[in-house]
């Protein structure tokens, strides 16, 4: 029989968009990068998808069968989660998925579950607590470096960028002090209240930040997913697995 007692539970959030199946005829489905579920694989974790839940109830099973959760990249976040009105580049968001992980992130709060967000799960995580966004970064930062495209350093499309890491974190204790990371994002975090910054880029830019106290919750603004930095992901299956083999009192 096969153990699978050390083995955490992780939870990734997907999204519910269009897609095209068998022949090309339109359909919607429940999708993710494979590089998540690699990642928390690799890292000593067993992976399951999170589709979009619709009730409090719905999410609250879920998360009660869960030892972690990571809160995924993807589109905006409806700036309206955060009190204002969307700027011009700000043009697509599903609120069926912010509604979603909102739920979930409550639910894991509730549990103690550990949980990682990347880049938007970075920001979703900052909204829940109240913070807020920079809807379009190049208006701030005076250049779109971290967006992508042709700034891409890398065949995936992604931007490399340098960060620096804080000392005294958790991050800290996971990843080295200069760091060169996966970027695809316009947006990043204004405020986040209850976290703590602890890595930034070389133009200023929050590029990670943590949550006060013992409870791993990390949000990190790259992907290290896409280039496999499997320190961080070791940290938070390692946290996942840590709470899962806790005595109960």
Not at 14 to 21: E, L
Not at 183 to 194: A, F, L, R, T
Request: aromatic letters at 6%; hydrophobic letters at 45%.
């Amino acid at each position: 029989m096969i153990d699978a007692s050390a083995i955490p539970l992780i939870g990734l959030t997907t999204y519910r968009q269009g897609a095209q199946w068998r022949g090309g005829e339109n359909s919607v489905a429940d999708v993710l990068p494979a590089e998540y579920a690699r990642a928390v694989e690799a890292a000593g974790g067993a992976a399951v998808l999170l589709p979009p839940v619709a009730s409090i109830a719905q999410a609250a099973a879920i998360a009660a069968r869960l030892d972690g959760i990571v809160i995924a990249g993807g589109a905006d976040v409806n700036p309206a989660r955060y009190g204002e009105k969307p700027d011009r580049h700000v043009t697509t968001w599903y609120d069926d998925r912010d509604e979603s992980e909102l739920l979930y992130i409550e639910q894991a709060d509730e549990r103690e579950l550990p949980v990682l967000g990347v880049c938007r799960g970075m920001q979703l995580l900052a909204v829940s607590r109240g913070g807020k966004l920079v809807q379009h970064l190049p208006d701030i930062a005076g250049t779109d470096v971290h967006t992508g495209g042709e700034h891409a350093g890398n065949a995936n499309g992604f931007s490399s960028v340098t960060v620096h890491v804080e000392p005294g974190h958790k991050l800290s204790a996971l990843a080295k002090e200069k760091l060169t990371v996966a970027c695809y994002h316009h947006q990043s975090v204004k405020s986040h209240p209850g976290f703590v910054g602890t890595a930034f880029s070389t133009d200023g830019v929050l590029h990670a930040m943590e949550a006060e106290g013992d409870r791993f919750v990390v949000g990190v603004q790259w992907h290290p997913e896409v280039m496999m930095q499997q320190s961080l992901f070791r940290g938070f299956i390692d946290a996942a697995r840590s709470r899962m083999l806790a005595p109960v009192v």
